[in-house]
């Protein structure tokens, strides 16, 4: 299987800061990778996929980067609807499609 | 409007296996993979792996080689995940998930939790 290693496992920031995780994958997969936000309780939600493209009705403060084995997730000026836990997923053929660890961002 | 509604909470004992359904509504299962994600509490997503209905072919993630079983009736366009050798660190909430047109998971079922215990 791909391995996807994100970077911090926990972010703290205040509103307004510019945030920025990173995922590394353990072989090359172009863009065939998606960001996640997920809440408490809540089944994640697609942000960013083939690794720069936002999804319809996600804020432009979200913005994918990134190619081959690593990739970035910013976002431009945190608000507090976006304290919440981050995860990237590879979306290789012939693969299962793994998740990264997850980056928690939490309000400092 | 698709949703995907999944089978109720189950309590199993260590050792045995679980069935966890999944129904598409709004539209089907052909030409989708249908992917099977877990989250034990407190924990991260863990990607168990996905079935190409109109394949029927299967990707499962390493960890769960030889446990999990995955399968699709597109007659009914509901999809199953069964996992066998229940242990205590199975317990999860199970959720699938569907992509939308351009490829990506967007479409989530409600989640299964699964309790193994004695």
């Known amino acids: 299987d791909i391995q996807m290693t994100q970077s911090p496992s926990t972010l703290s920031a205040y509103v307004g800061d510019r945030v920025t995780i990173t995922c590394r994958a353990s072989q090359s997969m172009n863009s065939w990778l998606a960001w996640y936000q997920q809440k408490p309780g809540k089944a994640p939600k697609l942000l960013i996929y083939k690794a720069s493209t936002l999804e319809s009705g996600v804020p432009s403060r979200f913005s994918g980067g990134g190619s081959g084995t690593e990739f970035t997730l910013t976002i431009s000026s945190l608000q507090p609807d976006d304290f919440a836990t981050y995860y990237c997923?590879?979306?290789?053929?012939?693969?299962?499609?793994?998740f990264g660890q997850g980056t928690k961002v939490e309000i400092k | 409007q698709v949703q995907l509604v999944q089978s109720g909470a189950e309590v199993k004992k260590p050792g045995s296996s679980v069935k966890v359904s999944c129904k598409a509504s709004g539209d089907t299962l052909r030409g989708y993979s249908i992917s099977w994600v877990r989250q034990a509490p407190g924990q991260g997503l863990e990607s168990m792996g996905r079935i190409i209905p109109i394949l029927g072919v299967t990707h499962y993630a390493q960890n769960f080689q030889g446990r999990v079983t995955m399968t699709a009736d597109k007659s009914t366009n509901t999809a199953y995940m069964e996992l066998s050798s229940l242990r205590p660190e199975d317990t999860a909430i199970y959720y699938c998930?569907?992509?939308?047109?351009?490829?990506?998971?967007?479409?989530w079922g409600q989640g299964t939790l699964v309790t193994v215990s004695s």
């Open positions: 997923q590879e979306y290789n053929n012939f693969s299962p499609w793994t």
């Open positions: 998930a569907k992509p939308n047109d351009d490829g990506y998971n967007y479409y």
